[in-house]
């Protein structure tokens, strides 16, 4: 029998169900995990077990729930698919070693994954995540477990619907009660996921309306390449704003963790506007004050906030298990990333698509500006940024050759623009004079290169990415 070799990505490990992500590998993802909380001597502080809605999840998190009964670890296992950020909200508010979450988030229908958390509510970060690789089993035989209904009545597992703190935290946030009685009308996009009636359940019972699509539970994604909230994915929800007349669209991807925003016309705000957006909603609209970690992959329009609202941005490695250590050292306001990723100060250094959709209703219900307005309001104080990405799949053999020719490249110029230096924080992001940059990068979960652009022309963003993947050595594809 050949062993599985798991090894963890960006946010934890991913498969493809009954391929490689099998019960026998979830459970030894699981004794890992539980291997190492005794290491750190957490154990006796429990975890939290929580899921999302593709096919069999609900049936691996009671396997993981048992392999933590097997090593004494009290597992309280969530009733029901659960949004991720309620997840990890649970697991600091009540005092836990950590959480674990079966969920492969954005990825193709065919996938699943095991998502963990440390004690902070943070991804563990780089370090810890080889730690526990190092003390995954190479047998599911060395794994010990007690039989679910056994761990229950024994009390090393219990059920516990994670909704009342979570939702008690939020109302501290924002005000939601301003946001019931504001009149707007809201499309909420669940993607078929975690985040299905969360916004009807906090906005009902005002003026304002939800009217809501994508909510019950389908593991195919139909109307969907993928549950990721960017285009053609988000194209219903762009349909639906139109049809209703909607104020906006709030889209959440499949654990509910990242937000893809609509504006009122019915197009797509794409990431990095709407981290900008939030960013200035918190430094202008709400008065705060904090530094601002990015991701290399996401929009330099905050290093122009910094500047203009005097505060410190830092730049990360792709993915949370970069972001959030940099906002516990740093105390940060906000962390985010490309991908729709945003968290916050006072809550937990995780990404949370609800949280960040409150954030944008609460934005637009103060300034009393659509989307578009507000969109025109930041570039009037950063410049105008124009962003797109091509994601290009490759032959996993390939990877070393593409990852050369990229490595030995040195552009003088990219598109016409100058090169102004070269930054290998995470792949290579080539900075042109004129303040738009080019950045190349593998995927940290698939077999494919991404190759993004945020650009001060429209007209230079297509030129910009053709370039890019010529370096890479890439056929010619075309961003949406």
């Known amino acids: ?140 035989d060395q794994v010990p477990r007690v039989d679910l209904d056994e761990a229950l009545e024994k009390g090393l597992v219990e059920y516990f619907d994670p909704a009342p703190l979570y939702i008690e935290q939020l109302n501290r946030l924002v005000d939601l009660e301003s946001l019931r009685q504001a009149g707007l009308t809201v499309v909420a996009d669940a993607m078929w996921g975690n985040g299905a009636g969360w916004f009807e359940r906090l906005l009902s019972g005002g003026r304002t309306r939800v009217v809501s699509i994508h909510q019950e539970r389908n593991p195919l994604f139909p109307d969907m390449q993928r549950p990721e909230p960017i285009r053609p994915n988000v194209d219903p929800c762009m349909a639906k704003v139109r049809e209703v007349k909607a104020d906006v669209g709030i889209v959440t991807d499949g654990d509910a963790d990242r937000l893809g925003v609509i504006d009122e016309t019915g197009n797509f705000v794409d990431q990095l506007r709407v981290y900008g957006l939030i960013a200035m909603y918190l430094l202008e609209v709400r008065g705060q004050r904090g530094p601002i970690v990015k991701t290399v992959s996401t929009t330099s329009m905050l290093e122009r906030l910094g500047e203009i609202y005097n505060v410190p941005v830092y730049q990360t490695g792709v993915g949370f298990k970069y972001v959030a250590p940099k906002m516990l050292e740093v105390n940060a306001l906000v962390g985010g990333e490309e991908s729709g990723g945003y968290a916050f100060r006072n809550h937990i250094p995780e990404r949370d698509g609800i949280l960040a959709g409150l954030y944008m209703l609460d934005l637009i219900v103060r300034t009393g500006k659509s989307v578009t307005q507000l969109i025109e309001h930041l570039f009037s104080q950063v410049g105008p940024h124009y962003y797109s990405r091509i994601d290009s799949p490759f032959p996993a053999e390939k990877r070393d050759e593409i990852l050369r020719r990229v490595s030995e490249a040195r552009p003088d110029q990219i598109a016409g623009i100058k090169v102004d230096h070269i930054d290998t924080t995470d792949g290579f992001k080539y900075y042109l004079a004129d303040g738009g940059w080019l950045l190349i990068r593998f995927s940290g979960t698939e077999p494919i290169i991404r190759v993004y652009t945020e650009a001060r022309h429209p007209e230079e963003v297509q030129p910009i990415l053709q370039a890019g993947l010529k370096i890479a050595g890439l056929d010619k594809a075309r961003a949406d």
């Not at 798991?6 to 699981?30: K, L, P, Q």
């Not at 999302?52 to 933590?68: I, L, Q, Y």
Request: glycine share 10%.
């Open 1 to 140: 029998m050949v062993t599985t070799r798991i090894h963890f990505g960006t946010d934890g490990w991913r498969g493809r169900i009954a391929d490689d992500y099998t019960f026998a590998n979830v459970r030894r993802c699981a004794q890992g995990f539980a291997s190492y909380l005794k290491r750190l001597g957490h154990a006796d502080r429990g975890v939290v077990v929580g899921y999302d809605r593709r096919f069999g999840s609900e049936h691996f998190a009671a396997a993981v729930a048992e392999v933590m009964a097997g090593n004494g670890i009290r597992a309280f296992l969530t009733k029901s698919a659960t949004p991720t950020p309620a997840i990890t909200y649970n697991a600091v508010a009540r005092g836990m070693a950590g959480a674990v979450n079966i969920t492969a988030s954005h990825n193709p229908p065919m996938d699943n994954g095991f998502k963990v958390r440390d004690e902070t509510g943070a991804a563990v970060d780089p370090e810890g995540l080889t730690e526990i690789e190092s003390l995954i089993p190479e047998s599911e």
